[in-house]
């Protein structure tokens, strides 16, 4: 069974960093994009950053300079998250595609909560 596991959210001061991950186990096939979204109170979920097998990143307006994504193997993926603000509060999720397919896995979530 698939499983993508986040980590590292938590309460932080606006201006300050928060470092989330994401493991991802249990399949036997690839990974092509692994990436973060987040979901405020009220808000629809919306794309962070992604990151695919060749390095390449995308990141949303509202982040760009702030967050950097980065990837050490097929299956982990972090998220650097400096100069935090308020807006950034959100649950944040992991999410991956298989390779091949249209096919997306999400984690679970993790809060991160940003106090002006």
């Known amino acids: 069974q698939v499983q993508l596991v986040e980590s590292g959210g938590g309460l932080v001061q606006a201006g300050g960093s928060l470092r989330l991950s994401c493991a991802h186990s249990?399949?036997?096939?690839?990974?092509?994009?692994m990436g973060w979204y987040r979901q405020a109170p009220g808000k629809q979920r919306e794309l962070v950053a992604d990151?695919?097998?060749?390095?390449?990143t995308h990141y949303a307006d509202s982040v760009k300079g702030r967050f950097t994504i980065s990837r050490d193997n097929a299956n982990t993926v972090y998220l650097q998250m400096d100069s935090l603000k308020p807006e950034d509060t959100a649950v944040y999720y992991c999410n991956a595609k298989r390779t091949g397919y249209n096919i997306y896995y999400w984690g679970k979530g993790t809060l991160v909560t940003v106090s002006s």
């Open positions: 249990g399949s036997d096939f690839s990974i092509s994009i």
């Open positions: 990151v695919a097998n060749g390095g390449r």
